[in-house]
């Protein structure tokens, strides 16, 4: 029922951009908060962005090591949530996850992942 669907993942060089997409369809997307999630190899998950519902007005929060070069969005009307990603450097490489929560401390939904790979 509930489906995150990621795509825009590729190789970069470094410096490159890219723009990350995830269609989400099963629920009332407008009501969720979103996330984008990463897992590099050998490296532990971590938070990249969050983004609020529309009762939150879509406030955002980003990694340290991302502010200022990433942009998480979302269109409401499409469903669907959106990074962008400039400066890429080669810790940035990873597989990128699109997540949904309803209500703070319920169940993450997550989507099969994108992966971003930024040569060295």
């Known amino acids: 029922q509930v489906q995150l669907e990621e795509s825009g993942g590729g190789l970069v060089p470094p410096g490159g951009s890219l723009r990350l997409s995830c269609a989400a369809s099963?629920?009332?997307?407008?009501?969720?908060?979103m996330s984008w999630y990463r897992q590099g190899l050998g490296e532990e998950r971590e938070l990249v962005a969050a983004?609020?519902?529309?009762?939150?007005?879509?406030?955002?929060n980003y990694a340290d090591s991302v502010k200022g070069r990433f942009t998480i969005s979302r269109d409401n009307a499409k469903n669907t949530l959106y990074l962008q990603m400039n400066s890429l450097k080669p810790e940035d490489t990873a597989v990128y996850y699109c997540t949904a929560v309803a209500v703070v401390g319920g169940p993450h939904y997550w989507g099969q992942g994108t992966q971003v790979i930024v040569s060295s």
């Open positions: 983004i609020t519902n529309a009762t939150g007005s879509g406030s955002t």
């Open positions: 099963g629920f009332t997307f407008s009501t969720y908060d």
